[in-house]
T-cell receptor
Framework: DAKTTQPPSMDCAEGRAANLPCNHS???????VYWYRQIHSQGPQYIIH???NNETNEMASLIITEDRKSSTLILPHATLRDTAVYYC??????????FGQGTELSVKP | EAGVVQSPRYKIIEKKQPVAFWCNPI?????LYWYLQNLGQGPELLIR????????DSQLPKDRFSAERLKGVDSTLKIQPAELGDSAVYLC????????????FGPGTRLTVL
């Protein structure tokens, strides 16, 4: 499974868009990009995933570069409840999730 | 719909004692996972079940850890004997089946070994 690189921490003002980057330069053609988040004292929660097209759901948008070597998770209007650790994971669909250390996002009032 | 249920939520034991964690996955989910999460780290897979069969237990320390999923529903993870380094959060997750997109996680059991 390809490795991902994320910044260890980020801050975002409440109500603004939070853009979380992820590098996955060794991603292979059949690997998807998954995003999960983990709020303090809870289990991880699935957010979104994609292969090569941009994706959007009720929680977030996922922008994948054309060469698929990086992606950005966008929370369009961050709230205090979005404060969490965000994990970017690359793997085959349905395969083993390998979590890195993620990005700790702090949304501030 | 009920989520993944785990018990206990917290457990404190002395080293060398046995301990067991229980997981009830979402109804109808064939795949069940146990993860270990150390403080400040992401979860690490210990074992994955497809129905009753353990299809990936390569990361399970088999000298002291064991798991079972009788009847392909509930699962139990056991440590015997526990060591100080086993202090961590043990997470259970489930998904509808192989090839599914999303894993649903329980709240975890926080184990402290003294």
């Amino acid at each position: 499974d390809a490795k991902t690189t994320q910044p260890p921490s980020m801050d975002c003002a409440e109500g603004r868009a939070a853009n979380l980057p992820c590098n996955h330069s060794t991603i292979s053609g059949n690997e998807y990009v998954y995003w999960y988040r983990q709020i303090h004292s809870q289990g991880p929660q699935y957010i979104i995933h994609g292969l090569k097209n941009n994706e959007t759901n009720e929680m977030a948008s996922l922008i994948i570069t054309e060469d698929r070597k990086s992606s950005t998770l966008i929370l369009p209007h961050a709230t205090l409840r979005d404060t969490a650790v965000y994990y970017c994971i690359v793997n085959n669909q349905g395969g083993k999730l390998i979590f890195g250390q993620g990005t700790e996002l702090s949304v501030k009032p | 719909e009920a989520g993944v249920v785990q018990s206990p939520r917290y457990k404190i034991i002395e080293k060398k004692q046995p301990v067991a964690f229980w997981c009830n996955p979402i109804s109808g989910h064939n795949t069940l996972y146990w993860y270990l999460q150390n403080l400040g780290q992401g979860p690490e897979l210990l074992i994955r079940y497809e129905n009753e069969e353990a299809v990936d237990d390569s990361q399970l320390p088999k000298d002291r850890f064991s798991a079972e999923r009788l009847k392909g529903v509930d699962s139990t993870l056991k440590i015997q004997p526990a060591e100080l380094g086993d202090s961590a959060v043990y997470l259970c997750a489930s998904s509808p089946g192989e090839g599914s997109d999303e894993q649903f996680f329980g709240p975890g059991t926080r184990l402290t070994v003294l």
